[in-house]
């Protein structure tokens, strides 16, 4: 199983290191409770097994999820015209 070991941030990217050597670069618009974060929460994340975890924020982010391309899954998508 693939895991975090690091996170840092840059002005518009989330970086991820994992523990297989990759390095995950992601939009940190892709996830509005870290956009709106100030850099003190951001640095506050606690990495698990399963992901990464920001207590002040309430922001949940699973590796399988980054790997996988997947933004911040609570919003409400769009209903397809039926």
């Known amino acids: 199983m693939v895991r975090a070991t690091k996170v840092r941030f840059d002005d518009e990217n989330m970086w ?3 523990s297989d050597g990759r ?5 940190i618009a892709w996830f ?13 994340c606690r990495i698990s097994v399963r992901g990464l975890h920001w207590e002040a924020l309430d922001e949940d982010i699973s590796i399988a999820g980054l790997l996988a391309g997947l933004g ?11």
Request: avoid cysteine.
């Open 23 to 27: 390095t995950l670069g992601v939009p």
């Open 16 to 18: 991820v290191e994992l």
């Open 32 to 44: 509005p409770r870290l956009l709106h974060a100030t850099s003190k929460q951001r640095e506050a």
């Open 72 to 82: 911040d899954q609570t919003r409400r998508m769009p209903k397809a015209a039926e």
